[in-house]
């Protein structure tokens, strides 16, 4: 008997269909709640994935590290492993902190007309994305460089382009680069807002933003000292810039008077910028986390720790300026401090003395023996 299904049409039925479910729109970073950021930059020496914890002990909620030695060129393999990665990233989705914001190497100078050492910087500052972006970074702050002998239009050029090119390769992800302003010290580059702007509209194919910071712009000329002289700067950096591209301000105080384009951080409220200043600074609409401000925009301390407790005691100072409690702001370990306290020389002395004793006394029991 023929089957009768052969030759037959089968009805197409768009159910059947497969249609793979759309990837889930990930959800936003716990940091873009609209709560006060507040960090300070945490040392990675001995196990980088201290560096978490560190900012957790001193009481914040963001921080901002070194991915590497900032005073050296790396040697050999600078990636991080990604056993280290891993467990850096998952400390940090544990105690909650963010942004997470990386500072580049000092010695990189994308702006340099040496060919050799500019060609290093750009080699340099690629690795400095590869590390970030295996640490799961927020932003990555870069400060512009120093034109030396150039002018600065060619320096601004130059730097753009090796922007460019250490990105070449890079999945950057939610990686965003921040563009720092300078004290604007010898030929560095990036003390006037103009200069900033003038990087960021040759690099508008990356993802770019600015890193504001207190006491360079107040180095630099901008008096932000008074509220008068605050609300001129801000006006100037939205006009120049525009305050939705300022994603972090580095927040310190500064040893050197305005314009000194000298550039000396100190602690919150004992420099020239003063603590009212930073009352008014952190508590400005546009500038905070509320509905003028930006969500999420952190105030990183890069204060000086000349006592152990200073970096604590910054990071509270920060707290109490913007009026947040005791009770309500993250929890600091009692007595922590990223420095301990050095003995002092006369107890060192003393100590080394008691050794030396002890080990004569041991030779001359061993001489009577014989």
């Known amino acids: 008997m023929p089957d009768p299904s052969i030759g037959a049409e089968i009805a197409f039925d768009a159910s059947d269909e497969y249609r793979p479910e759309p990837p889930p729109i990930p959800e936003p970073p716990a940091w873009l709640d609209g709560s006060f950021r507040i960090g300070i930059h945490t040392s990675i020496a001995g196990d980088i994935a ?8 001193l009481g914040a909620n963001a921080l901002q590290i070194f991915s590497a030695s900032p005073r050296m060129w790396p040697r050999g ?3 991080i492993a990604d056993a280290d990665a891993a467990r850096f990233r998952a400390r940090r989705a544990e105690l909650g902190l963010g942004p997470l914001v990386i500072h580049d190497n000092y010695l990189i100078n994308l702006a340099c007309p040496d060919r050799v050492m500019r060609a290093r910087s750009i080699q340099a500052f690629h690795d400095e ?18 034109c030396l002998s150039s002018e600065k239009p060619q320096g601004i050029a130059e730097i753009a382009d090796g922007m460019r090119r250490a990105v070449r390769g890079v999945k950057l992800g939610g990686l965003r ?6 004290s604007g010290m010898g030929s560095a580059l990036g003390a006037r807002f103009e200069e900033v702007r003038a990087i960021l509209d040759l690099t508008s194919d ?51 008077p305005l314009g000194s384009r000298v550039d000396r951080h100190e602690h ?53 300026l913007v009026g947040v ?31 030396k004793k002890k080990r004569v006394g041991a030779r001359t029991k061993r001489t009577k023996k014989r």
């Open 268 to 320: 919150i409220g004992r420099g020239k910028i003063g603590l009212e200043a930073f009352r008014r600074i952190l508590n400005h609409a546009r500038l905070g986390p509320g509905a003028q401000g930006l969500a999420g925009r952190a105030f990183i301390l890069e204060t000086p720790i000349d006592r152990p407790g200073d970096d604590r005691r910054n990071v509270r100072t920060l707290w109490d």
């Open 206 to 256: 990356l993802p770019m933003g600015v890193c504001l910071d207190t006491a360079h712009m107040f180095e630099a000329g901008y008096d932000i000292r008074t509220g008068s002289g605050l609300e001129a700067t801000i006006d100037e950096a939205d006009r120049v810039i525009g305050l939705d591209r300022v994603r972090v301000l580095h927040v310190n105080d500064s040893k050197t």
């Open 129 to 146: 994305l590869v590390r970030a972006v295996s640490l799961g970074a927020d932003f990555l702050v870069a400060h512009p460089g120093s």
């Open 77 to 79: 393999g600078s990636r």
């Open 50 to 57: 201290g560096a978490l914890d560190s900012a957790a002990k």
């Open 177 to 182: 680069i921040l563009i720092e302003n300078t």
């Open 325 to 355: 409690s005791v009770r309500q702001a993250p929890r600091a370990a009692d007595g922590f401090s990223m420095v301990k306290a050095k003995k002092k020389a006369s107890t060192q002395r003393t100590q080394r003395a008691q050794r």
